[in-house]
């Protein structure tokens, strides 16, 4: 699966998909882009 936008519900979503993948033995591979990668930067005030 490759995350390419950092929309918080398409990650949450993609979250519930990977989850159950994993939960029925299924290998997976994760591509986080840019874009995606930003949204789980935590802003340092």
């Known amino acids: 699966m490759a ?3 950092g929309n ?3 990650l949450r ?3 519930v998909i990977l989850s159950g993948a994993t939960a029925d033995d299924i290998e997976i591979d994760i ?3 840019l874009r995606a990668a930003r949204a789980f930067k ?4």
């Open 31 to 33: 591509y986080v882009l």
């Open 8 to 10: 918080l519900d398409k």
């Open 13 to 15: 979503a993609a979250g």
């Open 3 to 5: 995350l390419f936008s």
């Open 42 to 45: 935590k802003e340092i005030a």
